[in-house]
């Protein structure tokens, strides 16, 4: 007796991660939590130990030709992939990285409002979880008090064998070790700070993820989306200020006066109000 058997400590990140509460992913108790309706539209669900990027793996599924309505999670991912080809972070049993495979029988007019529709969703879900003050910057970036709290990465491809499919990238900070939060470059938050030491599983977190963004991305892709402008606004906290906007033609500096209801960010130039359909905001 007496010897201690972990010591957490010198565990590094895996100490960090058994201090929390174990909560392994489960593909079966996702399903079985889904509403009805999602559960139609979702062909299967595949959870991961690792893998280099659950956004990179459903690309090459869809390639060989996969249904859509795929959904891949991983406890970890050596390659998470963000936006402009930043790394996303991502340590094992922490967060939650989950991507979705869709196809659409009539691609819809912009998928860049994919991009939006989608961070709606999050939003709405983690705001329905108890997150109190979520905010969105353009396109899809998802905030709260200034620090970034998840990501959205959407990937498409017009294969020869496997036709036109879109990924749904989905990353969420839920119970970031303070190890792995260093090498994040920027202000950061993770939802368990957001509520307060109390995140949900991330298998319920991953079915109300599921169940806001399968149903809005289905009508994006038949009915397309109304009032984009009016729904953006609850959540846009770039609103009225002055952002600068990196272009792969330049910087923008301008004052952001919100979104159009084709998804593209509106700011006023010098006096002349410009769309854009991409770019990086900054504050
Ligand atoms: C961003 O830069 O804000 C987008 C981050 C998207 C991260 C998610 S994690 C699941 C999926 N797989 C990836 O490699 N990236 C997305």
Not at 75 to 90: I, L, N, P
């Amino acid at each position: 007796m007496g010897g201690r058997i972990l010591d957490f400590d010198t565990l590094g990140q895996l100490g960090d991660r058994l201090k929390g509460q174990l909560d392994f992913l489960d593909s079966h108790a996702i399903l079985e939590m889904l509403e009805p309706r999602s559960r139609r539209l979702i062909s299967g669900i595949e959870v991961l130990q690792e893998t280099d990027s659950t956004n990179a793996y459903l690309m090459r599924q869809g390639a060989l030709g996969r249904s859509g309505g795929q959904v891949c999670l991983a406890e970890m991912q050596t390659a998470g992939r963000g936006r402009r080809g930043k790394h996303w972070v991502s340590p094992f049993g922490a967060n939650l990285y989950m991507s979705l495979l869709w196809r659409f029988e009539r691609q819809p007019a912009a998928i860049g409002r994919l991009s939006l529709v989608s961070a709606l969703a999050v939003a709405d879900a983690l705001t329905a979880l108890g997150a109190q003050g979520i905010g969105l910057k353009w396109p899809n970036d998802i905030f709260w008090q200034s620090r970034k709290l998840g990501g959205i990465l959407l990937e498409s491809a017009c294969g020869a064998t496997g036709g036109d499919y879109v990924v749904i990238g989905i990353g969420v900070n839920v119970r970031m070790p303070e190890s792995a939060g260093k090498s994040i470059n920027q202000p950061w938050a993770d939802l368990d700070a957001v509520l307060q030491g109390k995140a949900p599983s991330r298998n319920v977190l991953a079915v109300a993820l599921l169940n806001a963004i399968v149903p809005a991305i289905e009508s994006a892709g038949h009915e397309g989306v109304m009032h984009l402008q009016e729904l953006w606004r609850r959540y846009d906290f770039t609103c009225g200020e002055i952002v600068e906007l990196q272009t792969e033609s330049g910087r923008q500096r301008g004052k952001a006066l919100g979104v159009d209801n084709e998804g593209r960010l509106l700011l006023d130039v010098a006096g002349c109000q410009q769309a854009f359909t991409c770019g990086e905001v900054s504050l």
